[in-house]
């Protein structure tokens, strides 16, 4: 069925494009009775005005793309909340893609939303592959920030934590506990090899000389983490630090199929505070991410870029903390010397 076009409705309407233009834009000069008719006509031919032509026509874009990794992963769940809450107070709305690790399919919706002609984009990529294609986007006047993963190449504005620092400080907090075959799990993307880095860092400084055989890839997904975490516990780990909130569900299914009690057999730290995540038998140490404030800010960068085209180039890093419950033995620890 062909599409139905304005001058359609304004034959149904028996009126110029004009006056239904004017109808639909809500202008306060047309009469009431012409404006019925024009209302029924769209309604009788299901008449939806095209957006982007609208918006073309006015002059302004309200619109902002925002393309995530993992829809599944909590971590995102919390900062498309914070870009939504901030861009609707701007009186601006989101289109969502997920490209779930998929480099065709995040191409695809950066050429997409480009078509779209959004006002700017909000990306979490998945690797430097994309680095061409974003800043072939920026040249064409495309605003882009980037969240979480931050990749190295040219100037882009940018919003991530300090991965680093957050997986030195739960790794710090195990060794303080006396743990010494600490494992690791992490994610293939540039926040776990972030993670990955304070991780040895922490080991280095204690004078621990990381061992391979305790490193392994979780994957992006709990079914990768289980296996990667059961591959894990054939080395007798006496802790495992867990590098994202998926991989910490992998690992902890795997425990429990093991029989290995946490912490009592293995301590357990997480990178993701999770809502559930005090809620678990052994309520879960975890470091926390300002989840609502990296959406917050991203917007923020967006509209500043949009205001300001040659601004200069900002990248905003927050600080993480360390959650600490009961999954690493700090209260065993405590009961015991008391």
Known sequence: MPKVKLQDVADYA??????????????????????????????ILDYYPDRLARRLRKGTRDVIGVVISDIQNPYFQSVIRAVEDAAYAQQMHIVLCNTDEDTAR???????????N???????????EHLELLHALQQNGTPIILIDRLIEGGPMDGVRVDNVDGA???????????????????????????????????LRDAGITPDERLMRVGGYRVESAYHATCELLDDVPDAIFAANSMIS???????????????????LVGFDDMPWAQDLYVPLTAVAQP???IGQEAVRLLLRR??????????????THLVVRESCGIFLQESAST
């Not at 907090?173 to 922490?202: D, M, S």
């Not at 569900?249 to 425990?255: F, K, M, T």
């Open 106 to 116: 995040l191409n695809t919706y950066l050429r997409l939303l480009q078509e779209e």
């Open 291 to 293: 989840t609502y404030e």
């Open 306 to 319: 949009i205001s300001d085209p040659n601004a200069d180039f900002r990248t905003v890093t927050l600080r």
């Open 249 to 267: 569900l992998g690992a902890l299914r795997a425990l429990r199929v093991r029989g290995l009690r946490i912490p009592h057999e293995v301590a």
């Open 118 to 128: 959004v006002a700017g984009l909000i990306v979490s990529v998945t690797d430097a």
């Open 168 to 202: 030195r400080q739960a790794v710090q907090h195990l060794l303080k506990l006396g743990c010494r075959r600490i494992g690791i799990l992490y994610p293939p993307v540039i926040t776990g090899q972030e993670r990955l880095q304070g991780y040895q860092a922490a």
């Open 14 to 43: 028996q009126v110029s494009k004009a006056t239904v233009s004017r109808v639909l834009n809500n202008h306060p000069t047309v009469a009431s009775s012409i404006r019925d008719r024009v209302l029924n006509a769209v309604q």
